[in-house]
T-cell receptor
Framework: DAKTTQPNSMESNEEEPVHLPCNHS???????IHWYRQLPSQGPEYVIH???SNVNNRMASLAIAEDRKSSTLILHRATLRDAAVYYC????????????FGKGTKLSVKP | DAGVIQSPRHEVTEMGQEVTLRCKPI?????LFWYRQTMMRGLELLIY????????DSGMPEDRFSAKMPNASFSTLKIQPSEPRDSAVYFC????????????FGSGTQLSVL
């Protein structure tokens, strides 16, 4: 399985933008880039995903490098409720792709 | 939509006992996933089903673990006999099946084996 590399932890101030990086140098052409987050004592929840183009939704934006070997999850204005572990995952784009979680980045948000 | 429903929320049992965890996926979803989470190993994929058929069970730790999906609305994960090292949070997730679809996770079952 293609793997991702994320910083173990990051800090942010409330109301400021947050850029969470992810390296995936061994990504294949059929791998989708997925982001999930896990709030304390909850199951993971979907944030965003993309293949080649940048993506936006109500939660976040996903910026994908032109060579697809890295991506960045952007939270435009961090709130205290955004404090969570953020997982960057490559998911095989074939008919039956698993979702394999790495260690993720623990984001702390300071008031 | 009620989301993915798991039961029980908490389970405390003694070593050697049989444990059955249950999951009801979101209606209309045809893929179902079982994960286990511990501090040491993080989130591990145990098994996943597509259209009630097990597709990949390579993450199932050993023969003590078994999973079934008798129909599209129900799945079980059974541990027999249970051991203290099985203590973890077990999550069930479902999706519409395509790899372009997001997974929806349940609230998990906190299992403690004494």
């Amino acid at each position: 399985d293609a793997k991702t590399t994320q910083p173990n932890s990051m800090e942010s101030n409330e109301e400021e933008p947050v850029h969470l990086p992810c390296n995936h140098s061994t990504i294949s052409g059929t791998d989708y880039i997925h982001w999930y987050r896990q709030l304390p004592s909850q199951g993971p929840e979907y944030v965003i995903h993309g293949l080649t183009s940048n993506v936006n939704n109500r939660m976040a934006s996903l910026a994908i490098a032109e060579d697809r070997k890295s991506s960045t999850l952007i939270l435009h204005r961090a709130t205290l409720r955004d404090a969570a572990v953020y997982y960057c995952i490559l998911r095989y784009g074939g008919s039956q792709g698993n979702l394999i979680f790495g260690k993720g980045t623990k984001l702390s948000v300071k008031p | 939509d009620a989301g993915v429903i798991q039961s029980p929320r908490h389970e405390v049992t003694e070593m050697g006992q049989e444990v059955t965890l249950r999951c009801k996926p979101i209606s209309g979803h045809n893929s179902l996933f079982w994960y286990r989470q511990t501090m040491m190993r993080g989130l591990e994929l145990l098994i996943y089903f597509n259209n009630n058929v097990p597709i990949d069970d390579s993450g199932m730790p050993e023969d003590r673990f078994s999973a079934k999906m008798p129909n599209a609305s129900f799945s079980t994960l059974k541990i027999q006999p249970s051991e203290p090292r099985d203590s973890a949070v077990y999550f069930c997730a479902s999706s519409k099946g395509s790899t372009n679809e997001k997974l929806f996770f349940g609230s998990g079952t906190q299992l403690s084996v004494l």
